[in-house]
């Protein structure tokens, strides 16, 4: 097989983090999304008494927690915007100045 396996690579890469941008959280790992977990399981040959059911100590009843490297991603995002804008404004500003 002749195909470079680093664009394949490069490829994996591109689409796992296009996919962090649209999706930043996923599902908290500690509840499996469900916000809370049960605690105490039946016992056998005992009176069965409620489980007790308490919010997520992880994601605090959220259910989800924010993937890592997604804050990065879109902070570097926004920088990179921003910076664009203020180049654009800066342009817009002073446009005899590029002539000199
Ligand atoms: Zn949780």
């Known amino acids: 097989m002749s195909f470079p396996l680093f664009l394949l690579a490069a490829a994996a890469v591109a689409v796992w983090l296009g996919s962090l ?3 930043p959280f996923g599902a908290c ?3 499996r ?4 977990i049960t605690r105490g399981k039946p016992k056998a040959g005992r009176k069965p008494k409620p489980p007790k059911v308490t919010s997520c100590p992880r994601c605090k009843g959220a259910a989800r927690r924010q993937r890592p490297g997604s804050r990065t991603l879109h902070q570097l995002a926004r920088r990179v915007s921003r910076e ?8 817009q500003a002073a446009p005899s100045r590029a002539e000199d």
């Open 21 to 23: 941008y649209a999706h």
């Open 29 to 31: 790992p500690r509840c």
């Open 33 to 36: 999304g469900h916000g809370h």
């Open 84 to 91: 664009l804008a203020r180049q654009r404004k800066q342009r």
